[in-house]
């Protein structure tokens, strides 16, 4: 009997069959039907891309092992193929229209199909998979998807089972006459692996599904129909999503007389009788190579994409879309196919192509690079940057990548040495992210940059190496960072506060947070304003006790001038943006000695402010401004952020922070409180996808400022410029039927990011700018790609956008006038689907669909005290 939830299925013999059972002289005649469509994640009017293959199916015994009524050898010969859309197509549309199976997969291919071929099955499970090593692997995968339809268990239970899409772990449902198997496709191991962007803000969301619904009757198969669903998601904008949906049918038409059963021990010797060509070929899909015929090569593809990457169009969307498209060629690529098209750059264009070729993530490519880039020449620093900024930003970098910065040799400039340190600790970052921390060149790293503080008294090589274990986020630094937090020099100890308010709240210990209380309210020793105000910023953003916010509230009124209205406007923009601190702010503010008239009224031109850029129902971005001037009214530090949030993640987008100290000889005015002896200096930081990149110093020293002062043009400094690989999503899904689908999503940004910083001592004005430029081009591609048919779709959308912020002040006057503004300039948008199904003939059917918008410019409100001091700003400069 066959016991399914304590019921008897079918009488088959005494004792319980553990799969389906064969009668012997007896032909099963089945239908088959396998089909494949592409669309968007919710479907679309002109209905899918995709094919359906349909044919006869003829199954009978060929042996069965005497001592075992499960352990049998089955045969399995296909016939009548066709194949024909898999939704209605008119014929304009329809690349079928006119073919017969014969003309699509040629006659050796359909030859090889209608070839039977043997499975072994023992207790409804395949054992082997015999076929022919001569036919297609495209055929081969396809006899294999209708073998995997033949596996079935009659009892509940989970199990690992081997079938065509790898090693799976499977549960199975049996009621009444009726099984149901589950594939639990997080679990299947197969030999083609993918990869994916580690950022959640930025990645790609994936869900699966894989059921097949079995009935059965007199011991054997009656139906099978398997249905098997892949969608994949921008999380970004869910709009750009593809699903793939496979669906497998095996309908029992009838039986007939059919062959005896053959003699013999053994399955081997039995399938050796019949063909001794046949071979266990193994039910595992193989890799099918697809040749691309008339594709151009790389450096083809580059002659006709090179004017597209010229610096004038980084702004444009047609800069990204590029970017994109030459890196899936460089991804095929060699390394001297690579490094012909990187010696044949024009100047302009090389930086453009360094990044496309480091963001490729290959072994050929980053041999190219290495062989490309001579280190030791402090005039090629411009294209080892952007070598550097390309790993430091790579979706899924491996150990090789940090082992090149390792052994990159004696290098030339130190701008690019320093940028080699601070860029192996985001690599070693992202390496930790997916378990990589022990790998032996992380281990490697991990000390280099953990002991180094320590072992330089250079200046400039501590702030690298404090900068590294910024990116690194090792949980081992923190101590470090609490040490130098309390440090004599500036630098550092805004480089470890700013380093510790990245770290989870979780990881923040009494010890650090007494630390950082101390260095705000200078319970040892006196610091530079800049310095309290980032303390401030850790100990309101690490879950404050109602103590800690209290004794904030009560230092207000006590600190330097332009520092009190700075923290007013902090705890006032934390209530108003009702960020986490909110609530024990409200309840420390209740307390009538911390929050009263005379602490709360106090005058200045310091701020912070947070605000929305873009709301939207997949991600959220919100940008903080705060900044901070001394008492003679030159800027001491502005920090401009931007984040993205979405499901739970949260991406430190971008932050450009201009600082500046000792001017104040200038203007013949008095430093503040701790400020006396600094040297004069100016300096710009960036910080682009949870990457901090090596700072830019506009001046340094009285004579460099003299100098800088009579040659200033007004003309921003370049702090970031290029293309970097946002999300970048590639895999190989192999489908049951034995057709297989590659999915690749990337998302390229072309971004330009400059700062300046004017003094005019004639109209006693400074003025600070940070522009930021940038295009963003997102693509999903989906293709089933036999080597007789390719079908597929592709999603995309793109945008261009601008966004400046401007400070202008005057300080001829105290309270002196400040004017913020921040403003986004109208930009295009818009989405883009294609469908396209072709045969290897040449012929195509490709449909086309866009939706494009304006979206409007806007200045960004800030509060209304500085929307009254911009009245007044540009009133008196008339």
Not at 513 to 519: E, L, M, P, Y
Request: charged fraction near 20%; aromatic fraction near 8%.
């Amino acid at each position: 009997y066959w016991k399914l939830s304590g019921l008897c299925v079918s009488c088959v013999s005494s004792g319980g069959a553990a799969g389906p059972r064969l009668s012997n002289n007896q032909l099963y005649k089945f239908s088959y039907s396998t089909e494949v469509l592409v669309d968007r994640e919710r479907g679309s009017r002109e209905g899918s891309a995709g094919y359906r293959i349909s044919s006869d199916v003829d199954v009978s015994l060929v042996w069965r092992d005497p001592s075992s009524k499960d352990d049998q050898l089955i045969r399995l010969a296909i016939s009548n193929v066709r194949i024909e859309p898999a939704s209605h197509r008119p014929e304009k549309k329809n690349v079928l229209h006119g073919s017969t199976a014969e003309s699509v997969l040629g006659k050796t291919k359909l030859a090889a199909l209608t070839k039977p071929f043997l499975v072994h099955l023992r207790n409804g499970k395949a054992k082997a998979f015999y076929s022919y090593w001569a036919e297609p692997a495209t055929i081969k995968n396809l006899k294999r998807g209708l073998a995997s339809l033949l596996q079935v268990q009659p009892n509940t239970g989970k199990v690992i089972e081997n079938d065509v899409s790898g090693r799976c772990t499977v549960e199975y449902k049996a009621v009444k006459g009726q099984v149901t198997r589950t594939k639990i496709l997080d679990t299947c191991k197969t030999a083609e692996t993918g990869f994916t962007t580690h950022s959640q803000v930025l990645g790609v969301k994936r869900k699966s599904s894989s059921v097949t619904v079995f009935t059965l009757e007199d011991g054997f198969i009656r139906s099978a129909v398997a249905e098997e669903m892949h969608s994949l998601v921008v999380n970004a904008r869910r709009t750009v999503a593809a699903k793939v949906v496979s669906r497998q049918t095996l309908t029992l038409t009838g039986t007939e007389a059919g062959p005896l059963e053959a003699a013999g021990k053994d399955v081997s010797g039995v399938v050796k009788s019949i063909d001794a060509k046949l071979a266990a070929v193994g039910i595992v899909a193989e890799k099918v190579k697809t040749q691309c015929k008339g594709c151009p090569s790389l450096f083809e593809h580059w002659q006709a994409q090179q004017k597209q990457l010229e610096p004038e169009t980084l702004s444009k969307a047609v800069a990204p879309r590029s970017f994109l498209a030459l890196i899936q060629s460089i991804r095929k690529s060699s390394k001297d196919e690579i490094l012909k098209v990187l010696k044949s750059a024009s100047k302009t264009s090389l930086p453009q192509v360094v990044d496309a070729v480091t963001s490729s993530q290959t072994a050929a490519s980053l041999d190219a690079m290495l062989d490309f880039l001579n280190f030791t020449d402090a005039k090629g620093l411009v294209l080892q940057e952007r070598f550097l900024y390309a790993c430091g930003f790579a979706s899924h970098p491996n150990e090789r990548m940090l082992q090149a910065l390792v052994v990159s040799g004696k290098i030339g400039s130190p701008d690019i040495k320093e940028s080699v340190v601070i860029i192996m600790g985001a690599l070693v970052h992202k390496l930790c992210q997916k378990g990589g921390c022990n790998l032996p060149t992380v281990v490697q790293v991990k000390k280099m940059i953990l002991d180094g503080p320590v072992s330089t008294q250079v200046e400039s090589e501590v702030q690298m190496y404090l900068l590294a274990l910024k990116n690194s986020l090792l949980p081992e630094a923190i101590p470090i960072f609490t040490k130098y937090a309390e440090s004599e020099v500036g630098a550092y100890s805004t480089i470890a506060l700013t380093a510790l308010q990245r770290y989870d709240v979780k990881l923040m210990t009494d010890e650090v947070k007494r630390t950082v209380n101390r260095v705000y309210h200078q319970n040892r020793r006196i610091y530079e304003k800049n310095v309290r105000a980032a303390a401030a910023d850790v100990i309101l953003s690490s879950d404050p006790s109602y103590i800690e916010v209290k004794n904030l509230l009560l230092s207000i009124g006590n600190l330097p001038h332009e520092m009190n209205k700075y923290m007013l406007s902090k705890i006032q923009d934390i209530i108003r943006f009702q960020l986490p601190a909110s609530k024990v702010i409200r309840q420390a503010m209740k307390d009538m000695i911390s929050h009263n008239y005379d602490r709360f009224a106090k005058v200045g031109s310091s701020s912070a402010f947070s605000g929305f850029m873009a709301q939207s129902a997949d991600v959220t971005s919100t940008y903080s401004l705060d900044i901070l001037y001394s008492g003679s009214g030159i800027l001491r530090r502005s920090n401009m952020n931007i984040y993205g949030a979405g499901k739970g993640a949260t991406l430190h987008g971008l932050q450009v922070a201009i600082e500046a100290q000792g001017l104040e000889s200038l203007i013949a005015a008095t430093p503040d409180e701790g400020e006396k002896d600094l040297e004069s200096f100016a300096g710009m930081s960036a910080l682009l996808f949870d990457v901090q990149l090596r700072p830019v110093t506009f001046f340094k020293g009285y004579s460099d400022l003299m100098s800088k002062m009579f040659s200033m043009t007004g003309e921003p400094m370049n702090v970031v410029k290029g293309l970097i690989l946002l999300t970048d999503h590639s895999e190989v899904i192999q489908l049951q039927s034995g057709l297989k689908a590659s999915a690749e999503f990337q998302g390229g940004l072309a971004i330009d990011i400059s700062g300046g910083m004017e003094i005019s001592l004639w109209y006693r004005e400074s003025k600070t700018s940070v522009n930021n430029r940038g295009a963003l081009v997102v693509t999903g591609n989906v293709t089933v790609d036999m080597d007789f048919m390719r079908t597929g779709m592709e999603v995309s959308f793109e945008t261009e956008a601008s966004l400046d912020f401007i400070t202008t002040v005057q300080f001829s006057e105290y309270p002196f006038l400040v004017c913020i503004q921040m403003d986004k300039t109208t930009f295009p948008f818009s989405e883009h689907l294609t469908k396209y199904d072709s045969l290897p003939s040449g012929k195509n059917v490709v449909s086309r669909k866009s939706k494009k918008q304006l979206v409007p410019g806007s200045e960004f409100p800030l509060h209304q005290e500085n929307s009254n001091m911009c009245k007044r700003v540009f009133d008196s400069s008339w």
